[in-house]
């Protein structure tokens, strides 16, 4: 049995024809005239179902305003976002109903882990599948196999001051995948963990991919690990430069 999505057969051919991730053209500008700042700019990028993708470039690139447009959480200022072929951002606008469309569909990992702190290791991976309407025992059991999938279920119990920055992001981890989301984001999600644990983290955003048919965005530093991923694209002041995009 897979642990980690036990309910969806796996696809065999990992990488599928259709789209998980589309946008086109996001550009994202702060404030105006002399303190205008252009965080991102017309940046494209196609990722598909069963791929993950590894976004590289310097601090202030552009790529955390990227991933959060993607993530549905800061609204472009021009181009769009489409997720499994759902319009959800037109400039500015949203498409869909970002709340409900996010808690169904997609995984966030932030640079930071942003667990609750007054919830247990288990409960911060319990809340995101109630949130999504599931109850009862098999809430508690697929809270307490990702939490042993990542090496941290004998911290179940322990709130997140009680646990190392390393532990905290797997719990993290554990949360995101929690829902089996169509598409799975991660901002810098080993910038806390030992080259092995984050080795191990990448090859689960990949066993994830594969498995599930998600669409896959890492942002990384990580060079170590880049032979796991599909495709790379490097980011340089706010674009996907031209050219990259490269499979691996």
């Known amino acids: 049995m897979n642990i980690l999505f036990d309910r969806k057969p796996s696809l065999g051919k990992h990488v599928s024809d259709n789209l998980a991730i589309e946008t086109k053209a996001l550009t994202k500008i702060y404030g105006s005239g002399n303190t205008e700042v252009v965080a991102m700019r017309d940046a494209s990028m196609k ?16 790529k955390s305003t990227f991933l959060t447009a993607v993530g549905l959480i800061n609204p472009p200022t021009s181009g769009q976002v489409i997720i499994g072929g759902t319009p959800a951002y037109s400039g500015p606008q949203a498409m869909t109903n970002l709340r409900l469309f996010r808690r169904k569909h997609i995984g966030y990992v932030f640079q930071k882990s942003n667990l609750i702190p007054f919830l247990t290791a288990r409960e911060n991976v319990q809340v995101a599948l109630e949130l999504a309407g599931q109850r009862g025992g098999s809430v508690r059991r697929r809270a307490m196999e990702l939490l042993d999938s990542l090496g941290v279920a004998d911290r179940a119990r322990n709130l997140p001051s009680m646990l190392s920055g390393g532990q905290q992001q797997r719990v993290a981890v554990a949360r995101a995948l929690a829902n089996e989301p169509d598409v799975i984001l991660a901002d810098e999600p080993t910038a806390a963990l030992d080259s092995h644990r984050g080795r191990q983290v990448m090859e689960l955003f990949s066993s994830v991919a594969r498995e599930h048919g998600a669409g896959v965005i890492v942002v990384t530093h990580d060079h170590r690990a880049l032979d796991v991923f599909d495709t790379t694209y490097e980011m340089e002041d706010g674009r996907i430069m031209e050219g990259t995009g490269f499979s691996n």
């Open 47 to 62: 990722v598909h179902q069963g791929e993950i993708v590894a976004l590289l470039g310097p601090s202030g690139a552009g």
